[in-house]
Nanobody
Framework: QVQLVESGGGSVQAGGSLRLSCALS????????MAWFRQAPGKEREGVAV????????YYADSVKGRFTISQENAKNTVYLQMNSLKPEDSAMYYC???????????????????????WGQGTLVTVSS
């Protein structure tokens, strides 16, 4: 069973940085799309960034390009989301998601349409104050 455990949320002032972590268990770390989504109160869940663990290809939402970086650490079956230059509008619950047994093209679809998808994490809260 694929399981995801997130950590690293918190409160920060605008312009600050946070790093989120998501650890995958129950599946090999190869050929997996690992993505970050976020959902603010009253809004739909939206894709933020995704990485294909076999090769490291990444995709980002336009709203975070140049500020957020997704990366992986194979030895720990973990992906990270480094968030810099945070803005109040980045405040949301952040969720990790995974699609296993993936081809690289699946990852962009996952980011844009929230499928194909095999597991969600429990979420971690990010609050950015002005």
């Amino acid at each position: 069973q694929v399981q995801l455990v997130e950590s690293g949320g918190g409160s920060v002032q605008a312009g600050g940085s946070l790093r989120l972590s998501c650890a995958l268990s129950g599946y090999t770390f190869s050929r997996v799309c690992m993505a970050w989504f976020r959902q603010a109160p009253g809004k739909e869940r939206e894709g933020v960034a995704v990485i294909y663990t076999s090769g490291g290809r990444t995709y980002y939402a336009d709203s975070v390009k140049g500020r957020f970086t997704i990366s992986q650490e194979n030895a720990k079956n973990t992906v990270y989301l480094q968030m810099n230059s945070l803005k109040p509008e980045d405040s949301a619950m952040y969720y990790c998601a995974a699609h296993v047994g993936a081809s690289g093209g699946d990852c962009y679809t996952l980011l844009m349409k929230k499928y194909p998808l095999d597991a969600w994490g429990q979420g971690t809260l990010v609050t950015v104050s002005s």
